[in-house]
């Protein structure tokens, strides 16, 4: 049974810091490309970032640029994304996934299984 299961949200000041992690397990962590997204209610799940197998080719939403970064720890079944210098509209539910591919990575649907999500709250 495949799972994604992520941690790390919480609430935190303007400017601070959180590291989203995202374990997995149920099958090979290291075949698979991962990312991250986020939904806030009544919206569409937008994509945020994207890392591959090895972790050596990263994509991120422009709006994130500069203040998130994704990695990844095969050994570990794990991806983080850390978040500095957070800003109140970040605010919103963020979720893992994993695909195969990394065609259309920015897509919801091209990914395969999804985590529960972990809420992130930057107040003011």
């Known amino acids: 049974q495949v799972q994604l299961v992520e941690s790390g949200g919480g609430l935190v000041q303007a400017g601070g810091s959180l590291r989203l992690s995202c374990a997995a397990s149920?099958?090979?962590?290291?075949?698979?490309?991962m990312g991250w997204f986020r939904q806030a209610p009544g919206e569409e799940r937008e994509f945020v970032a994207f890392?591959?197998?090895?972790?050596?080719?990263?994509y991120y939403t422009d709006s994130v640029k500069g203040r998130l970064t994704i990695s990844r720890d095969n050994g570990k079944n794990t991806v983080y994304l850390q978040m500095n210098r957070l800003i109140p509209e970040v605010t919103t539910i963020y979720y893992c996934?994993?695909?195969?591919?990394?065609?259309?990575?920015?897509?919801?649907?091209?990914?395969?299984?999804w985590g529960q999500g972990t809420q992130v709250t930057v107040s003011s």
């Open positions: 996934a994993d695909a195969l591919s990394y065609r259309d990575y920015h897509h919801p649907h091209k990914y395969d299984y």
């Open positions: 149920g099958r090979t962590f290291s075949s698979y490309v």
């Open positions: 890392i591959d197998r090895s972790g050596g080719v990263k």
